[in-house]
């Protein structure tokens, strides 16, 4: 993704600002989550990226006031951005991709990543391979490879 530029003001108002402005440069529309799940006790929303019957581009995540919540929303973007909505590629590639390109993106702009974020996101890759794996989709070496670095 091409660099925007920041705005100065709170932490929180700095990520949003720099989130908005990323959606808006690629055309996407943001609404708060319509789903949530649940892992133990703690109720998650759940985040995604669509394109809607009138053919806008969509995410759904958390107001992106926090590190972890612009993480997710940069990962909903990126599938977006990466052409992932309409293709074919195996869900954990997707997975891969999108994740590497917000961390990527993110961490160019000066936002680093904690080890929790990247523990979540590398969490993510591999339950996606999992996934892929139980159907019998060959798993790229490059996506498993780099759930691994994340851990470190
Ligand atoms: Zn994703």
Do not use: C
């Amino acid at each position: 993704m091409a660099a925007l530029v920041h705005n100065p003001g709170s932490q929180a108002e700095r990520y949003k600002h720099y989130a908005f402005a990323y959606a808006d440069a690629a055309g996407v529309v943001w609404q708060k989550p319509s789903k949530s799940s649940e892992t133990g006790k703690i109720k998650h929303a759940v985040a995604s990226a669509f394109i809607a019957e009138d053919d806008t581009k969509v995410i759904e995540a958390s107001t992106p006031d926090t590190l972890p919540r612009l993480y997710e929303w940069m990962h909903e973007l990126s599938h977006h951005y990466l052409d992932h909505i309409n293709n074919e590629k195996p869900y954990h590639v997707e997975e891969f991709e999108a994740t590497k390109m917000a961390i990527d993106t993110l961490e160019r702009d000066g936002f680093h990543m904690t080890p929790a974020i990247r523990k979540e996101a590398a969490w993510n890759i591999e339950q996606a391979i999992g996934k892929d794996r139980r159907k019998g989709i060959r798993i790229d070496s490059e996506a498993a490879e780099y759930a691994r670095e994340l851990k470190q």
